[in-house]
């Protein structure tokens, strides 16, 4: 690779922009709720600097929804014995309040909160926008609203509520019910299915099954506001100016970024489609990639068997019954998802936490050691870095040799010096 960049200084660069679809009149967002007051209501004092894993079980014990794989900023304020804090999502994103820039006003109606900016990136970046909120007291219910401002159309806002005591709970006048360790989604109407606009435009490279039914990417809740974006149809890369655009915009970031290799997100996504040939369109957008740049690999998320004629590495290993069938001709490293040591992040995937497995390091003696890192790995899990660069050692037949005067007896303290890109020299020995 060229000059090493941070992981934060490429996802800005790439995905951080994004204008105003909308008329003015259309960015906002308001959310209101209801709550049955616990007793002893505490008085308010400070701003809490709480995150979205404070007092939530990682990984999850029973269902669950998608999580965030980071703590997100949840600043919150306490009133009447519960503490609140708020989400915001638009089309492209999702933001906290920005704690720096919250106030809170007590009066005699109960609680004014006023934030005149967000934070997104798990609080390392800010962007511009207002909320404000009102909370008081009915009797023995808590209420409250709020009214959220950006320069972006705003696609909902979320209160986010703790304290709730466990046990039996109802939303909405339904009986009683104990969710024990589950995660739920309270909304109205239809468990706030009907709160989420879609996009109504497709382009033309939009992808049909064979008797015509849209086939929509529909099963990730990509911005965590614990609904399924329905606003992702499947794109033929066969059709021409969608592989054309995706290509450039490959091309793009591969020049501004060199890298070593660049991923296909579901290039096994085969479908029987009469708009053109899905499979010759992937073939093609990596040849035109490959003469681009030269020696810069095509990574594919799963396979089948015609791909890998042309895509050599991929994270889905499925034909464990039999893996020789594939490995013959392909290579295969653990998925994006794979935890990190720890709390079992998993990183920029968008499944958010599993459990890593100390005693296996949660390797796959099939795939290629894999080692995902976050925010702490470096600091507190080195032993088990260590451990797992090891194994990829051991595995592919490399043994710590000495270059020039020096022995590489530690993987991990040699690759501190380049903490951001520093995995493909953690396990260079001569």
Not at 219 to 228: A, G
Not at 317 to 323: H, N, Q, R
Not at 333 to 346: E, I, T, V, Y
Request: aromatic share 10%.
């Amino acid at each position: 690779m060229g000059d090493k960049i941070s992981r934060r200084t490429l996802l800005k660069s790439v995905v951080a922009g994004t204008g105003s679809l909308l008329p003015a009149a259309d960015r906002a967002a308001s959310v209101g709720g209801s709550f049955s007051a616990p007793g002893n209501p505490a008085k308010l004092d400070h701003i809490l600097p709480l995150s979205s894993s404070s007092g939530v079980y990682i990984p999850p014990r029973g269902k669950s929804f998608t999580k965030f794989s980071f703590d997100f900023p949840e600043p919150s304020v306490e009133f009447a014995g519960l503490q609140f804090s708020f989400r915001v999502y638009t089309f492209e994103n999702t933001y906290a309040l920005d704690r720096e820039r919250m106030t809170v006003e007590d009066n005699a109606d109960g609680l004014a909160v006023t934030c005149s900016g967000f934070v997104w990136a798990g609080g390392q970046e800010k962007a511009p926008g207002r909320l404000r909120a009102r909370f008081r007291k009915n009797g023995t219910f808590i209420e409250w609203d709020a009214r959220v401002e950006m320069e972006q159309p705003v696609k909902s806002a979320a209160a986010i509520v703790r304290g709730v005591p466990r046990g039996k709970i109802s939303a909405g006048g339904p009986p009683f019910f104990d969710p024990k360790d589950d995660e739920l989604l309270f909304g109205y109407p239809f468990g706030g299915g009907a709160l989420f606009p879609v996009f109504s435009k497709l382009a033309d490279a939009t992808l049909a099954q064979i008797d015509g039914d849209p086939l929509y990417l529909n099963w990730v809740d990509w911005d965590n506001d614990r609904h399924m974006e329905g606003w992702m149809p499947y794109m033929n890369v066969g059709v021409d100016p969608w592989r054309e655009w995706l290509a450039s915009r490959i091309d793009e970031v591969l020049n501004r970024h060199p890298a070593d290799a660049y991923f296909l997100d579901i290039a096994g996504g085969w479908e029987n489609n009469a708009k053109a040939d899905t499979h010759e369109g992937t073939q093609r957008l990596v040849a035109d990639l490959a003469r681009r740049h030269p020696g810069v690999v095509c990574c594919g998320e799963m396979h089948y068997d015609a791909l890998m004629s042309f895509i050599p590495l991929y994270h889905a290993l499925s034909e464990l019954a039999y893996p020789a069938a594939v490995t013959k001709y392909a290579r295969f490293f653990q998925h994006l998802s794979h935890p990190a040591p720890g709390r079992g992040s998993s990183g920029v995937h968008e499944s958010g936490f599993s459990k890593f497995d100390p005693e296996t390091l949660s390797l796959n003696d099939l795939a290629i050691s894999t080692l995902t890192v976050v925010d702490h790995t470096f600091d507190r899990y080195q032993d088990v870095m260590t451990q797992i660069i090891g194994r990829a050692k051991h595995r592919a037949g490399i043994a710590c040799g000495v270059e020039g005067s020096r022995t590489w007896e530690d993987p991990v303290q040699e690759g501190k010096r380049s903490h951001e890109w520093g995995l493909p020299e953690l396990a260079r020995c001569s």
